[in-house]
């Protein structure tokens, strides 16, 4: 039998209704992307995103046996991010 194999997906974001990110637009440069209305990519690599996003729980989804996690990345910017694992069970 073969050994699973450890998996891991984040996803990072810095929530663009902080108080941290509201005076950030003078150093951002031009639009690239638009993807109206979620959210827009700047040329110096910022996304900001437009809408507010539904924020789940980390935990376990049992339809899906993947565990999930918060975790603060940088506390005075705001940036955070999600990771995602299976939730192998080894005997």
Known sequence: MSEPMN?????????PFSDKTKNMGSVRSEVVLDLFPW???YR?????RTTRVEVVPPGLDPQTNVLSKDVVIAPETDVS???YRPN???G
Do not use: M, R, Y
Not at 7 to 15: E, G, H, I, N, R
Not at 44 to 48: A, N
């Open 7 to 15: 998996l891991c997906f984040v996803k990072v974001f810095q929530s």
């Open 39 to 41: 959210l827009k990519v």
């Open 44 to 48: 110096d690599g910022t996304i900001e």
């Open 81 to 83: 991010a999600k990771t």
């Open 88 to 90: 192998f069970v080894t």
